[in-house]
């Protein structure tokens, strides 16, 4: 690896994340210590051009992940206050609480694409005017369009987006709460939570006997098998489960600790428990 540029204007460390290729280019968010707060920049790879980026003017930052669409980027941006709490006696104006939303980024500049969850809710033991949040995260591109996990109000659900207002609309709503996504043959496969019990589900019908205490790091190979851990209680060790479309078994474990960072390289798996690699 080499050092491209060091962007950062104050001398510490801040995080270069989310990250996303956009028509041949690295585009990714930062905060160089300046007013501006986060920007999106980007670079082609080389340090001749590595900061021509847009500045989040309208936005107080990213948050989530990334997503590309008809070379444009598809985020989670954050809007804050002032925001106004309408208390008794007086009214209390904050710029703490943060709403966040769908945004599109292109050269010209970021806009809104959807706000998923619209209008303004109560507080707490007072009524105010701060405005609902969808919170959306976990951005990606499935056959034309981005997919994302959202709450409107019921719950948060899996949407997807052309990346217009009109284009925008609830993809899947499951029962309980979706956690996370992938896909198999061009069809969604969730986990979802309800109390304490993760369910799965595929193309909207439950998968029968997963049930469990835990579940997560799903995650597609090529063969279009998809691979996550569970474990059936708190107390119970994680194993490594395979979904082929039909059913999902254990393929692997027990594992002697968490496991993290499932990835999948062609039709190999590598993860890692207790700081160990595994293939």
Known sequence: PRLLVDINLIPVTNDMEPIAEVAGELWYAFDPGTSNGNT??????????PVAGQALSELNGVSGSFATLNNQLIFSGRRSGPFTYVTFPDPYTTSTIEE??????TDAGTTLVADVYPGTGGFGWYQTVLPLSSNPDQFREEAGLVYFIATSGTGRDLWQTDGTSEGTALSLDLPGNAVEFTFRSGQA??????GSTYSLW?????????????????TTTSDGSVYFFARATSSSPYYVYRFDGSTAQTVGGPLPAVPSSLVAIDDT??????STLYQ
């Open 40 to 49: 999106i920049y980007r670079t082609d790879g080389t340090n001749e051009n």
């Open 100 to 105: 966040r939303e769908v945004y599109l980024g």
């Open 189 to 194: 496969v969730v986990s979802t939570l309800s």
């Open 202 to 218: 595929y193309s909207g019908t439950s998968i029968a006997g997963i049930a469990v205490n835990s579940l997560k790091n799903l």
């Open 269 to 274: 798996l590598y993860f890692t428990s207790s």
